[in-house]
């Protein structure tokens, strides 16, 4: 996303290096490139030249979504009818990213022959027809937009083709986690978003708010209603509670990972709030068979 000061995803590929370059055995990835901003070939040897520094670690996320508006597109030098080739674009750079072809008149240097995952992303019926199509895991923004979620999990698992990267459908579930020691700090962590996603509403985003102590105080309760319809998929309060709505989302949607965010104004707060999810998600992990 572009022209955001509240998101620093500007620059995937460079944020996922440093991240790769500090750390050894995870996976890191896109969540995502929106692929409308980029000419395919600029992300297979962006994210080619990842994965030939750090091995089979890189993940690329798609979406769909233009990431800015029409200014930002114009800066970007590219079309809003960008939007309407994905598929296509999804193709080209899957085909990039695939084996080498000498006879291919435009290759990607370093990029082909990596195989690096890609994940459709989204929040419409149109990410998971696309998904399926391609035989492609499918990462759905319930986090934020969850209202298609039943939906296109329905198509995505009906319709979905395997492929060489996929043998099965793989869903993923986007899942906000703010959690802390006690139920009260948890709902005062999570405050800095609703603030936040109300100011987006409301044509006026910027930077995570600091939490409050009263919500209803500083965007009105009708405001919040609708601000905790979008943000549903979130699971917040203290480890037993945290654990408790993870099995839920769980066991309602079966999915195949989740996918966790947590936007927490202070820092030792957020790291705190993932130290509990990882610990919450290791408990949900069944024993492997005998």
Known sequence: HHNMPGIASAATSVLIGHVANATKAMRVGAGGV???NHAPLTIAEQFGTLATIFGDRIDLGLGRAP???QAVYRALQRGMQS?????EEVAELMRYLGDADPGASVRAHPGEGTHVPLYILGSSLFGAQLAAQFGLPYAFA???APDALEDALMIYRRDFRPSAQLAAPYFILAVNVFAADTADRAHFLRSSMQQAFARL??????K???????????IGPALRRGVDHALRFSAVGDPATV????EQFRAQYTPDEMILTGQIHDHAARLRSFEIAAEV????????AA
């Open 208 to 218: 995570l708010p600091h939490p409050v102590e009263d919500i209803d105080g500083a």
């Open 83 to 87: 939007a309407d080739r994905f598929p």
């Open 67 to 69: 990431g800015g508006d």
């Open 201 to 206: 509403r409301t044509g006026r985003p910027g």
């Open 281 to 288: 998600l290791g408990a949900m992990v069944p024993e492997p």
């Open 34 to 36: 929106m692929l409308p």
């Open 142 to 144: 319930s986090h934020f």
């Open 243 to 246: 654990k408790s709505q993870l």
